[in-house]
């Protein structure tokens, strides 16, 4: 099993050393042909109108694109999860655009910037540790999208398919069970890959 992280910017270190203590092969992911070469993808948080400038800027922008929608497990966190988006509200782009969830920026304004928080998250635990920063929320889902965390009645992660997005940082804390369950996530995928090439 091969995770990239995409490295262009913001707290990609911090997912590589967690993937790397958890025995996982991690790759920096910087360039189109990087990306024929994992098993699945985390986008970490950041500034997400640099990180969506930068993918188009470098050339990987088609591919990334067309890798998620052919199943290629991919987290977004923070602004990752903005760039998977298909919907920013009150903006008229957006990123990848290949979540069927809409998205505000920003969303807990400069007041609220940075806090910190404990609550479940369905099928992974009922006090996970939560940093937000500057953090995006989902303000609403389409069909398929399943909420796995509210916050004060807003929506901090979802998944929908191989797609899994959170507004925190998981990154940032000593709790690593969101990158296991991603990485569980990767592994089925793997395991279904090589189910359809056996037959």
Known sequence: ???????????YREHLKILKSLGIEAIDVRYEEDIDNIDGLIIP?????????????????????????????????????????????????????VMNISVIRNAYGRQLGSFETNAPVKGIGEDIDMVFIRAPYIESVGENVEILSTVDGNIV??????????????????????????????????NNINCIVAQ
């Open 1 to 11: 099993m091969k995770i990239g992280v995409l490295a262009m910017q913001g707290a």
């Open 45 to 97: 948080g950041g500034e997400s109108t640099t990180m969506g400038k930068l993918i188009k800027t470098l050339g990987l922008y088609d591919k990334l694109k067309s890798r998620i929608e052919n199943n290629i497990p991919v987290w977004g966190t923070c602004a990752g999860m903005i760039l998977l988006a298909k919907n920013i509200v009150n903006e008229d782009y957006s990123h990848l655009s």
């Open 157 to 190: 992660a979802a998944q929908e398919g191989n797609i899994l997005v959170t507004s925190f940082h998981p990154e940032l804390t000593e709790d690593l069970r969101l990158h296991k369950y991603f990485i569980n996530i990767v592994s089925k995928s793997i």
